[in-house]
């Protein structure tokens, strides 16, 4: 009978060590607390921050935006870019040469068989897009960023 005991006792803490060490990566992953603030966010624009998906393109009704102001993060409204670090990289996505400090934080994405630098907001961590070393100025980094993710605010409607 203690023999059993003890037998069952050693599973159990042994089943709860060999789950915890096998659960821990998705611990940490879930460990950036993602919750939906703007409760009017689109499917599209869900599956793109909560999902880490692209949206098509050439369909960001924000690459021709040239207006002076800032582009907030449309779920939480944080502010992340400034026009000023705008500029037309010709890939189909909003780009930025740099972001406002502290705006982000990054990780390292593997997905499709590549190693990109992938950015969340670093207030709300939705997944907006992927950073590179290819921009065209003196910060070297081009942020390609879903336009979905975006608000952009004009400096006048302040
Ligand atoms: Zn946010």
New binding site residues.
């Given amino acids: 009978m203690k023999y059993n005991l003890d037998k069952r006792t050693f599973l159990k803490l042994f089943g709860i060590t060999f789950f915890s060490f096998f659960l821990m990566p998705f611990k940490f992953a879930n460990a950036v607390t993602k919750k939906v603030?703007n409760e009017n966010l689109t499917k599209k624009q869900k599956e793109i921050m909560f999902n880490e998906g692209t949206e098509r393109p050439f369909t960001s009704d924000l690459l021709n935006e040239k207006r002076e102001g800032f582009y907030h993060?449309?779920?939480?409204?944080?502010k992340?870019f400034a026009s000023t670090a705008k500029f037309d990289s010709g890939t189909g996505w909003p780009s930025f040469t740099e972001a406002l400090p502290g705006a982000f934080k990054t990780k390292i994405d593997y997905s499709f068989g590549m190693r990109r630098i992938e950015y969340h907001?670093?207030?709300?961590?939705?997944h907006h897009g992927h950073v590179f070393a290819d921009g065209p100025n003196e910060t070297g980094k081009r942020f390609c960023n879903n336009g979905l993710c975006l608000i952009f605010k004009p400096s006048s409607s302040n």
């Fill in positions: 603030i993060c449309a779920n939480c409204g944080a992340l907001c670093a207030n709300c961590g939705v």
